[in-house]
């Protein structure tokens, strides 16, 4: 018996969904499952900081959605690329005040 191919479309996203989190999860445990800065231990807030962005698999790289997102986070369990986990606040504040290009974008512009 062959499935229709809503319900067969259905429980192809349901399965996709269950891996993102196992492997999301899988990191969050790799990483320390606490944020590096404040030690916060929400999971629903956590992010993913690369440490040495400009080489090959940093997150530059990362183009194509969930599929490229799950391989690089397969790279990090695997311990090729760098990271830390930040929550979406420590992680924005690195980003903006710890960004080599936006310091150069700024002086470029006074």
Do not use: Q
Not at 10 to 30: F, L
Not at 51 to 73: F, Q
Not at 88 to 102: A, F, S, T
Request: aromatic share 8%; proline share 2%; with cysteine.
């Amino acid at each position: 018996m062959f499935l229709k191919k809503a319900t067969a479309a259905k429980r192809h996203a349901e399965g996709e969904k269950r891996r993102y989190w196992r492997i999301r999860n899988a990191v969050i445990d790799y990483l320390g499952g606490e944020c590096h800065h404040c030690h916060s231990t929400d999971h629903t807030n956590f992010e993913i900081h690369h440490l040495e962005p400009t080489l090959c698999g940093g997150y530059k790289n990362v183009v194509g959605g969930g599929a490229a997102i799950l391989r690089e986070w397969k790279r990090i369990l695997r311990g090729e690329v760098k990271a830390r986990l930040c929550c979406k606040d420590c992680h924005r504040y690195i980003e903006h005040n710890g960004n080599p290009c936006e310091l150069k974008e700024r002086k470029n512009h006074e």
